[in-house]
C-alpha cells in the first residue's frame, strides 16, 4: 500500500500508466477539467488515514478525483482502472476498463457531454496520450443515444 504521494507517484510511473500526476495534483489542467479530473489531495488523505474505506487498498494507485466524491484509480494485481464513490463501500465499484486507452476514454466521454471545446478536447488529448478522441468524438455525433451504447465502444478500444 502506497504510504504517501511520493510513493503513489512513483507507483503510477512504475505501472506505466500515462498520465503526469504532478500536472493533475498541481491543478495546471485547463479548467474545463474541473470537477470530471481533479487533484486527488482530499480523497487520499482519507485513504491514508483509513484504508479500510477503500476498495482493495494494499493495490489501489488513486489518479484523480471527480467532484471530490470519486476517485479514479488503479488496481495493480487486478489490472483494472476503477471508479469508487466513497459512500458506496469498498466492495463497490465500477471497472472502467482493462487498458489505460478505455479508462481514459470514460473521462473523454464526460468532457464531450459537458461540451468541452474541440480545441481544448485536443490539447486534453496530447496531454493524456489519448488515442482515441476523433474515433469516439465522431461515435457520439453519430448516435442519438451514445450515453447508452458508448461503454460498448469503450470496451473495443485496445
Not at 503513489?8 to 477539467?33: H, M, R, V, Y
Not at 488515514?49 to 494507485?61: A, H, I, R, S, V
Not at 473523454?108 to 489519448?130: P, Q
Request: net charge negative; proline share 4%; with cysteine.
Amino acid at each position: 500500500m502506497v504510504k504517501d504521494k511520493k510513493q503513489l507517484f512513483k507507483a503510477i510511473n512504475d505501472e506505466s500508466i500515462l498520465i503526469n500526476p504532478e500536472l493533475i495534483w498541481s491543478g495546471e489542467l485547463i479548467q474545463d477539467t474541473c470537477h470530471t479530473c481533479e487533484n486527488p489531495e482530499f480523497l487520499f488523505n482519507i485513504f491514508l488515514t483509513t484504508p479500510e474505506m477503500f476498495p482493495k487498498p494494499e493495490q489501489l494507485l488513486i489518479l484523480w478525483s471527480t467532484n471530490s466524491n470519486s476517485i479514479v484509480a488503479f488496481l495493480r494485481e487486478d489490472k483494472v482502472y476503477i471508479k469508487y464513490y466513497l459512500e458506496d463501500g469498498p466492495s463497490e465499484y465500477e471497472v472502467l476498463g482493462k487498458t489505460y486507452q478505455q479508462m481514459i476514454s470514460n473521462l473523454f466521454d464526460s468532457l464531450i457531454f459537458r461540451e468541452v471545446k474541440e480545441k481544448d478536447l485536443k490539447v486534453l488529448a496530447n496531454t493524456f496520450n489519448f488515442k482515441y478522441l476523433d474515433e469516439l468524438a465522431s461515435f457520439i455525433s453519430r448516435n442519438d443515444d451514445w450515453e447508452d451504447n458508448t461503454s460498448k465502444f469503450i470496451s473495443e478500444i485496445e
